[in-house]
């Protein structure tokens, strides 16, 4: 009997959370195109309070970060998201962009070439060509830097 009453009262305690989450996504979406990303990252946290597995949520919330000029909620963000979707074009980018300035030329370019892949499906590399010029300019930095005379 008990296992009869778990579906329906799961279902009823799921409806009862009120998360309209297309309609929120669509506000989310519509507040950072009017440049609005304070109110966007507001209705991306309610989104991902409520599902951190929200992968939508996530990308939201880095985009939103980056619009806000806060790079280390952005990282943290992408971070998040790659656990859910690594072939994600924006999360590699800003976390291959992360690993290039800290010095980790391996971890940024494995990250580079993953976003260049989704760049290539998408037909937008021309951002991920300079990143990976960027990359290997501050490796060969990094070479000269470490040559003993």
Same mark, same amino acid.
């Given at each position: 009997?008990?296992?009869?009453?778990?579906?329906?009262? %799961?279902?009823?305690?799921?409806?009862?959370?009120?998360?309209?989450?297309?309609?929120?996504?669509?506000?989310?979406?519509?507040?950072?195109?009017?440049?609005?990303?304070?109110?966007?990252?507001?209705?991306?946290?309610?989104?991902? $309070?409520?599902?951190?597995? $929200?992968? $939508?949520?996530?990308?939201?919330?880095?985009?939103?970060?980056?619009?806000?000029?806060?790079?280390?909620?952005?990282?943290?963000?992408?971070?998040? %998201?790659?656990? %859910?979707?690594?072939?994600?074009?924006?999360?590699?980018?800003?976390?291959?962009?992360?690993?290039?300035?800290?010095?980790?030329?391996?971890?940024?370019?494995?990250?580079?070439?993953?976003?260049?892949? $989704?760049?290539?499906?998408?037909?937008?590399?021309?951002?991920?060509?300079?990143? %990976?010029?960027?990359?290997?300019?501050?490796?060969?930095?990094?070479?000269?830097?470490?040559?003993?005379?």
């Amino acid at each position: 009997m008990m296992r009869l009453l778990t579906i329906p009262l %799961l279902i009823l305690f799921c409806a009862a959370c009120g998360v309209d989450r297309d309609g929120m996504l669509e506000r989310a979406r519509v507040a950072g195109q009017a440049g609005d990303w304070r109110e966007a990252r507001s209705l991306y946290l309610s989104l991902h $309070d409520a599902n951190p597995l $929200d992968a $939508d949520a996530l990308e939201g919330l880095a985009d939103a970060s980056r619009a806000l000029n806060d790079p280390e909620a952005e990282i943290e963000w992408s971070r998040a %998201l790659l656990e %859910l979707r690594p072939w994600d074009r924006d999360a590699n980018l800003a976390v291959g962009r992360w690993h290039a300035e800290n010095g980790r030329i391996a971890e940024a370019g494995n990250r580079l070439l993953l976003a260049y892949m $989704d760049s290539v499906f998408k037909l937008n590399k021309k951002e991920i060509q300079r990143e %990976l010029i960027k990359t290997a300019a501050i490796a060969a930095q990094i070479e000269r830097a470490t040559q003993t005379p």
